[in-house]
Structure formats: C-alpha cells, structure tokens
C-alpha cells in the first residue's frame, strides 16, 4: 500500500474526531459559539476544494479521479455538516459517521478480495446498534430496527460507483434520511 492510500485510510479512520463538536458546549464564551465555529471551520474546507478545483490542484491522498470533481474529503464534510447542522440529533449523526468512517474501508478491503459483503453489514449493524447502547437513546427495539435500517442504506449504497459522488458522502446522507424517517414512525422512548 502507498504512502497516500495509507494517509487516505488513516484520515477516515480518524475521522469521527470530528463528532467532538457534540461535546462542547454550545456556548465557547466571548458570543462565539460552537455551531459558528463548526460552520466557519466548513467553510474553510469548502474554500480550500473550490481554489483545488480552480487550479487544478490534488491533495495528498486523492485518487486521481477526484481531480475533475468535488473531492471525497469535501463529500465526506458536506455528509458531516448535514447530520450536524440539519439532522442534528447526535444519537443518529454519530452512529452513521462511526459507520460510513469504520466500515466503508473494511468494505472496499472485502471488495477487493471479492468476498461477500455480509461481513461489512454485520460489522456496520453490530457498531450501531453497539453505540445506539452507549448512548441509551431508544428502548430496544427501536435501537435494533434503526440498526436495521440504517445497515441495509448504508450497504446499499457503499458498493456502487457513481462518477461525481462519493460513497462517504452517500454512506451519511442516505442512512440519516432513512432514520430519520424511520424515528417519525418508531417508539423513541419506552413504554411505561
């Protein structure tokens, strides 16, 4: 493996740091706010991919691929910036995050030994549901049926490969729009 596809794998290994933004307090003093400071760190980034587009410049550790399009750095921070400042409900945003940045490289790796992608599906299920335990937001059946659903969007669109979006943004949106959905029509809290 290169120096670059190992950077590549490190950084999305590392980063569900990003997801400390839910343990800061919304207040950081002096009128500044977490949700600001989130934004304007997005908004750096955002910055950073239009000036790489315009000059025609890669970053360490694209594909060469990515130089005609929007990178899957930037994807994967737009995915992010949805689940935090849209969805918000961090007892979705981080399980999906943890899943799209710690399962998507075990399932290319499965991929490309040409084994079955049920282990990836089991591996994505068994963090979920195991984080959806940490965080006791759900009663239990719910916890699994999310579990379920965001499992089955998240694999569905993992595999395929489409020539101007990337899986780590899809691996976010897709899941979170599904749950979303899926805590409108599930029991969020128990039953007395």
């Known amino acids: 493996m290169d120096s670059a596809s190992m950077f590549r794998r490190a950084f999305h290994l590392a980063s569900p740091i990003f997801l400390g933004y839910y343990l800061l307090p919304e207040n950081l003093g002096g009128g500044i706010t977490r949700t600001a400071v989130a934004l304007l760190v997005f908004g750096v980034a955002m910055c950073v991919e239009i000036a790489r587009i315009a ?37 979705l945003v981080v399980p999906v995050v ?54 089955i969007a998240a694999t569905a669109v993992e595999g395929p490969r489409l020539p101007q979006v990337d899986d780590d943004f899809l691996m ?20 007395a």
Do not use: H
């Open 55 to 91: 000059l025609g410049i890669n970053l360490f550790g694209m594909r060469a691929y990515e130089g005609q399009r929007v990178s899957a750095y930037a994807q994967g921070a737009v995915g992010l910036a949805i689940g935090l400042f849209l969805v918000q409900e961090a007892n």
């Open 98 to 151: 943890l899943g799209m940045a710690w399962i998507d490289p075990l399932a290319a790796f499965v991929r490309k030994r040409r084994q079955s992608i049920v282990i990836p599906a089991l591996a994505y299920f068994g963090l979920f549901l195991g984080t959806e335990t940490v965080m006791d937001a759900f009663p239990w059946p719910t916890r699994f049926a999310l579990a379920a659903l965001a499992t």
């Open 172 to 191: 976010q949106v897709v899941p979170l729009a599904v749950l979303v959905v899926g805590v409108a029509f599930l029991p969020t809290t128990a039953l």
